[in-house]
Nanobody, 115 residues
Framework: QVQLVESGGGLVQAGGSLRLSCAAS????????MGWYRQAPGKQRELVAT???????NYADSVKGRFTISRDNAKNTVYLQMNSLEPGDTAVYYC?????????WGQGTQVTVSS
């Protein structure tokens, strides 16, 4: 089993910053990808950013240049530094781990950006 525990969400004004963290525990294999997805009210869950443990990263166009994903492989932890936040970034952010063709999800953390 795999457990993902997220932290770092909250309320911030537009233009502000937040940092999300997600620690994975349990049966973690060497080759995997970790990342963040988000879901706003009435919308589908969408990719925000992913990072493999080979340092390859991928970002949604809407967050490029504002968000940075990073990993600490020794701690099985992934981070999402979010700068220049916009009201459109308001959503529940979910941590994801993909290994052996299976997805694991965290419980989600709320990010609210006020205008």
């Amino acid at each position: 089993q795999v457990q993902l525990v997220e932290s770092g969400g909250g309320l911030v004004q537009a233009g502000g910053s937040l940092r999300l963290s997600c620690a994975a525990s349990g049966s973690i294999f060497r080759l995997n990808a970790m990342g963040w997805y988000r879901q706003a009210p009435g919308k589908q869950r969408e990719l925000v950013a992913t990072a493999s443990n080979g340092d390859s990263t991928n970002y949604a166009d809407s967050v490029k240049g504002r968000f940075t994903i990073s990993r600490d492989n020794a701690k099985n932890t992934v981070y999402l530094q979010m700068n220049s936040l916009e009201p459109g970034d308001t959503a529940v952010y979910y941590c994801n781990l993909r290994q052996l063709l299976r997805d694991y999800w965290g419980q989600g953390t709320q990010v609210t950006v006020s205008s």
